[in-house]
């Protein structure tokens, strides 16, 4: 090559290096830059958004601080997904309650599409969604969902439970695994007809698989914010573990539904699955709301809905009532009052029990289980306060907003249920601030039947025993850890019949 053509080979691929970085440059601004009017926030980086904020530091903190910063709505990158903020219970309303249409989507991705094949109850949009909530709901309320006839399957389930627990008598012991059986139970008792032995092989399954998906659930949000992780090879962030947990519960259930189509009965329905293949048979399978798979993602859905959380919140109740004595002194001299010792608690002595709903509602507020609730999503612009949520866009609903807010409950890191009473000893109001279950369309299918169950359970246990630390001077921490839940850490207590 002569010295012209070098000459002229070198000016060319110093232009086509000069046009490749000013062209990445653009790029690279065009990702960071922000539409216009869209939610103010944080600048990321191209692809990983603002992941950096979140690196090594608990979420709600930093969440909290983008609220002091740009007000109660706010957006930013997580991976390339537009993530919508939004803070405080004026906004919170404003947008799941009085904009519902529009607010009441989940986005599509790895939950949706991957793990539930939109279908189900929990993360299904549009009208799949609407016919299928309103078939579940009205035939969860047939079978008592939310009122007293379920109140003897509960506590048939109570009695089962506190007398493993008596056995204990008084050791240390961590009541998370039969807690949480116990409560499956009971959505075994609806969905199913019946239910399981604490010792039968397929339920202990059944209940560790949920457990597990619990923990990983982190890696749901992973797998959801930077869908390549589903396509590395091997498994190194457990997405495949989840998935396939998810594929051996819907196992579990299909042969529940088997089961059930060859005993139907018409004239004697037995539970939600019976109900549900008779509208099958009346519909036709071809309808997408009354398919199996429809079927037993709805049923995996209530018991995702219905098991963990309130299992971890009966959790965060006895960790209270071990820290402050003085708090279960009084929850057990109400329930003594009002119901005495010759029977379990019922439903109707609860109007009687104001110290009770004091207890949980900063149980529910302290515990704070489901603070950033289940993400929403945008199916389309939305205009929402003078600004636009972008087509796309994930949507959070921060309900550690309004749990942890000074403006609202005056030393918010103090537990104190007397904050929920008024001068004459009934709950004063405050208590409807409190939205541990979300709020708007979207809110948790279970709320009424989470109540029921925490209250009847509490009430036994505290009628019957004394919660103490494993020593008086190991107390157990408050701790948590942050995944679908935000859960307690494992701890043990000495439960002492009195």
């Not at 819907?250 to 037995?270: A, C, M, P, S, Y």
């Not at 009084?330 to 379990?344: D, F, M, N, Y």
Request: aromatic share 10%; hydrophobic share 40%.
């Amino acid at each position: 090559m002569d010295n012209m053509d070098f000459s002229s080979f070198l000016n060319f691929n110093t232009v086509t290096v000069a046009i490749a970085v000013i062209l990445l440059i653009l790029l690279v601004s065009r990702s960071l830059q922000r539409p216009a009017n869209v939610p103010p926030g944080p600048t990321g980086y191209p692809y990983v958004g603002c992941i950096h904020l979140l690196r090594n530091r608990n979420i709600l903190e930093v969440f909290r601080e983008l609220r002091g910063k740009y007000g109660e709505v706010f957006g930013l990158k997580i991976g390339p997904n537009f993530t919508v903020v939004i803070n405080g219970v004026e906004a919170l309303k404003e947008a799941f309650v009085k904009h519902a249409d529009d607010f009441s989507d989940r986005p599509g991705g790895f939950l949706a599409e991957v793990v539930f094949k939109n279908k189900g109850i929990g993360f299904s949009s549009g009208e799949n969604w609407k016919q299928n909530r309103t078939f579940s709901l009205s035939t969860l309320r047939s079978f008592g969902f939310g009122r007293r006839s379920l109140e003897s399957r509960i506590q048939e389930e109570i009695t089962a439970y506190l007398d493993v627990i008596e056995k204990q008598n008084g050791k240390p012991y961590n009541m998370k695994d039969m807690t949480v059986m116990a409560v499956s139970n009971v959505i075994c008792s609806i969905t199913f007809g019946s239910r399981f032995d604490y010792n039968d092989v397929k339920f202990k399954q059944l209940t560790s698989l949920f457990a597990e998906n619990f923990r990983l659930s982190s890696v749901a949000g992973a797998a959801q914010a930077f869908p390549v992780v589903r396509h590395l090879p091997g498994d190194l962030f457990s997405v495949k573990r989840l998935v396939q947990n998810f594929e051996d519960i819907k196992e579990f259930i299909n042969e529940q539904v088997i089961e059930h189509r060859n005993t139907l009965d018409k004239d004697n329905q037995r539970d939600f699955i019976d109900v549900f293949l008779l509208q099958q048979t009346k519909n036709g399978e071809e309808n997408p709301v009354f398919d199996d798979l429809n079927l037993t993602t709805t049923v995996m859905n209530l018991f995702v809905a219905g098991t963990d959380t309130t299992a971890t919140m009966i959790r965060w109740a006895i960790l209270y009532i071990v820290h402050y004595k003085s708090v279960q002194d009084k929850l057990r001299q109400e329930i003594l009052k009002v119901v005495g010792t010759s029977r379990l608690p019922s439903l109707a002595d609860k109007p009687d029990m104001p110290y009770y709903g004091a207890f949980i509602t900063e149980v529910f507020r302290m515990g704070n289980i489901v603070p950033l609730a289940v993400p929403h999503g945008a199916k389309k612009d939305i205009h929402f306060r003078g600004m636009v949520i972008p087509k796309g866009s994930f949507i959070i609903p921060n309900l550690d907003s309004v749990m942890t807010d000074p403006e609202v409950f005056e030393n918010p890191d103090e537990f104190h249920p007397e904050r929920f009473l008024g001068e004459n000893g009934q709950l004063n109001g405050k208590e409807k601030i409190v939205m541990p279950f979300s709020l708007g369309r979207r809110a948790c299918l279970g709320e009424s039947l989470a109540r029921m169950e925490l209250y009847l359970f509490l009430t036994s246990l505290l009628q019957r025993f004394e919660f103490l630390p494993e020593s008086p001077d190991k107390l157990p921490s408050f701790d948590a850890t942050l995944g679908l839940a935000r859960a307690s850490k494992d701890y043990s207590c000495r439960i002492v019949k009195l």
